[in-house]
């Protein structure tokens, strides 16, 4: 940690943490279905800030967290929702069982969402050759995450409502119910209230779900806390890259009434762009832009969503964002040379630093470039 370090809040406490390791690698082999994303991000989480609206939301997180009942997480894209949620999951009882997360934008109105989610007996579409156990299912025990719920499909909306309200889940096809012993966290960025005033999110859900309501304040209101954050995140490239780098005085002033509009991940995209332009120590204004959305890094757009973003922002590693679906053909060849396209743009041209962007480290960077060129990915 630099001289200002940063006010680190480990999640959960060292004792909790170990027991929890070990329910995490249970969760891995409870979990393979392609649409659910494990967490296995390092333990413990480490939520940075110190100003009175993040201790705020710290002290509700530690307190919900010890309950069964919905959290509703809301704020503005970045704040770090998803990572609240990944907090309360552990502070919880629910930690021994699995953290399954939903993307609700992915599903659309119609049967295919319900059988995700709930689950299908045979028979009951075509090509429905087996019964099948839905998302809820895999999560017995633990924790559904139901991120960007408001764009959740009224079927969902509905079968949702009925999970919450009887604890139990009824699969596409069948006349049977059964139970679920399942927590829901819900997050979103968008207006949820006025949404049920306008007839696109049902009422008695919106009630259900925001039992324990979590609002994640903008970064522009925490004043206190960008300056930590900055000097957080360069801490921890400068330890996995042995390196002394620091944001310039110049750079800081030049940040000082920056509103943050894409909140943390804006900020530790920022970060991690100066970190790998700067040669020297500082990182001066030249090296990162702020609005890097509409300069330095257009948006990869794959099915797999954008992929740039994951690694930039935050914080995966080329191997698990890239590497990992383009072996298992989630992702092809065109995909992938275009992201290693666009990182170039964002690294000006050199293959060393696009390796710092894709959080590649430094001992893998050969392994890198091999596979680039072994699977002719390289751009010309
Ligand atoms: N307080 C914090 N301390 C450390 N890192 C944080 C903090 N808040 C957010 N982050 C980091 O910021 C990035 C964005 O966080 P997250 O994905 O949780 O945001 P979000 O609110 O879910 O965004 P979106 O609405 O776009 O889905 C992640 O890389 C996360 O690690
Ligand atoms: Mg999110």
Known sequence: MSVESPNVVPFPPVAADRKLRSATTETAQLIRAKSIEKWRSNLPVELIGVSPKMQEALDKVQ??????????????????KEFFAKACYLLSPQAIGPFVVV?????????????????????????????????????????????????????????????LAEKEVKPLGSNKTYSVNVRVIAATNRPLREMVETGKFRQDLYFRLRYFPLDI???RE???????????????????YKLKKIFSPTSLKFLEHYPWPGNVRELRS???????????KYIEPDHFVCELRQSSLPPVDTK?????????????????????????????????????????????GSYRRMSVLFNIKPGHYQKFMDFLRHHRLKSE
């Open 103 to 163: 993307n609700c934008p992915q599903y659309s109105e119609g049967s295919l969402t319900v059988s995700e989610l709930f689950g299908h007996v045979k028979g009951s579409f075509t090509g429905a050759t087996a019964d099948h156990k839905g998302l809820f299912d895999a999560a017995d025990g633990g924790v559904v995450f139901l991120d960007e719920v408001g764009d959740l499909p009224p079927s969902a909306q509905t079968m949702l409502l009925r999970a």
């Open 304 to 348: 797999k969503g954008d992929l740039l973003q994951k690694m930039v922002e935050d914080g995966q590693s080329f191997w698990d964002a890239v590497h990992e679906p383009f072996l298992e053909r989630d992702l092809n060849r065109a995909q992938v040379r275009e992201v290693v396209a666009q990182g170039l743009l964002a690294a000006r």
């Open 63 to 80: 307190k919900f967290a010890k309950f069964q009942q919905t959290v509703l997480i809301t704020g503005e894209s970045g704040v770090g």
């Open 217 to 219: 304040p903008a970064l």
């Open 270 to 280: 920022i970060v991690t762009i100066g970190f790998s332009m700067a040669e020297s």
């Open 222 to 240: 925490r004043e206190a806390d960008w300056k930590l954050l900055i000097n957080y995140f360069v801490d921890k490239l400068n330890e996995e």
